[in-house]
Each structure stands twice: as C-alpha cells, then as structure tokens.
C-alpha cells in the first residue's frame, strides 16, 4: 500500500522566515513523482513545486525548495523568505498511476 | 496551459435528487481524469479513475451506483451523485492528466455541493 504522512497539523512562520514542514512517505513503486501542492481558502489546488524520484538534485521553484531523502522516503518542503500570500493549507503528494495525498499541514503567515 | 474548469462551482439540491458535474480540460485532450471528495478541514480522498471511453475505476468503499462517472471524450468527464442523501454534502474536485507517460494532474477549482 502506498501511505503518505504529514505528522504537522498546523505550522506557523513569522514573515520573512524559513519554515519546513514535513512529509514522508511509502511506496514500492520505483517511479514515481512527490509534489507540494498549496490549498488557499479558494479551494483552488495550485502545484508548488515537484520532484521526480530518479531525480538525485532538490527541486527549486524561487522561494521553495524540497529537501528529496529517497533512502528514507522523505520529502520536506522549505518556504524561505515567507510571505502573507503564503498562509494556506500545504499538501504533500504521492503521484504514481494516481495521486496519494497527506492529511496536510495549515500554514500560518505572522506579520 | 493545462487548464481544468468545473460547472458548476457550486450545487444546492434536495434529498433523493441527482445532480450531475461536468469537468472539462479546455486546452488538452484528458486520457485520465481522478475525481476527488474533499470533506471540511481534511485531505482529498479519491474516489475513481476514468479513462475515455471506458467504465471509471472506482476505489474501495466508493458506491459506484450512487457516483456515475462518464467520460465520454477526451475533454470532458461528468460526475453524477444519484439519489443525493445531506451526507453527500461535500467538496468534489476532479483532475485530468494530460498524457499516459506523465503522473503529473491538472486540478479543476472544485464544486461545493450541498444537499438539502
């Protein structure tokens, strides 16, 4: 079976911080893809940023990067320089034939 | 590019109605598209596969008579809730992707259905 965990409910960042919110994941597929996907209030699933699992560099989309461990099934998102717009719910992803999801994280944005 | 609409965005219905949703990809031709159920405050669930032209993959505890997928084109996927109970009552998002060889999904902006 194929599980993905995010053990972080709820993160909060003051502005302009770092923060890394976890995520691991199972799978004995070898190819396969991990995203970050970010959920505004609007509901509206917008990708954040993607890693393919044959891929030994980080991912890197500006603010965000992906710390990718495949030993250890770990995939950490970090947000530098956080800003308000950040403030969303953050969703790890599992994609092979089809997307398994984490049960997110709820990021807050301290001005 | 890539992008994925949904009408509507939001359904009122009484119990013991069907109500239909209809998810377009507007500029790609969809070989798969995932239909997702995403309750309050929790993780999006899904609920089947379809591929065009053929009787959608339902995943384990999704009562395939009650949640009609048709995709019946390249574009286009419906999602129908029959016999529509308050529980039903939830966020549906669907997703297409945009050729076999590739994992990534295109999600739609959702449709908020409530039951009355």
């Known amino acids: 079976a194929q599980t993905v965990t995010q053990s972080q409910p709820e993160m909060s960042v003051q502005e302009a911080e770092t923060v890394t919110l976890s995520c691991t994941y199972d799978?004995?597929?070898?190819?396969?893809?991990l995203f970050w996907y970010k959920q505004p209030p609007s509901r509206q699933m917008i990708l954040v940023i993607r890693?393919?699992?044959?891929?030994?560099q980080n991912a890197t989309e500006n603010r965000f990067s992906v710390n990718f461990q495949k030993a250890a099934k770990s995939f950490s998102l970090k947000i530098s320089d956080s800003q308000l717009g950040d403030a969303a719910m953050y969703f790890c992803?599992?994609?092979?034939?089809?997307?398994?999801f984490g049960t997110g994280t709820r990021l807050k944005v301290l001005a | 590019g890539a992008v994925v609409s949904q009408h509507p965005s939001w359904v009122i219905c009484k119990s013991g109605t069907s109500v239909k949703i209809e998810c377009r990809s507007l500029?790609?031709?969809?070989?798969?598209m995932f239909w997702y159920r995403q309750f309050p405050k929790q993780s999006l669930m899904l609920m089947a596969t379809?591929?065009?032209?053929?009787?959608?993959?339902?995943e384990q505890g999704v009562e395939k008579d009650k949640f009609l997928i048709n995709h019946a084109s390249l574009t286009l996927s419906t999602l129908t809730v029959t016999s529509a109970h308050p529980e039903d009552s939830s966020f549906y998002i669907c997703?297409?992707?945009?050729?076999?060889?590739?994992?990534?999904?295109?999600f739609g902006p959702g449709t908020r259905l409530t039951v009355t």
């Open positions: 890693q393919e699992a044959y891929k030994q």
């Open positions: 500029d790609f031709q969809a070989t798969t």
């Open positions: 799978t004995s597929e070898s190819d396969y893809y």
């Open positions: 997703s297409a992707r945009l050729a076999v060889s590739s994992y990534e999904q295109y």
């Open positions: 992803a599992l994609g092979t034939y089809k997307y398994i």
């Open positions: 379809s591929n065009e032209g053929s009787k959608a993959t339902y």
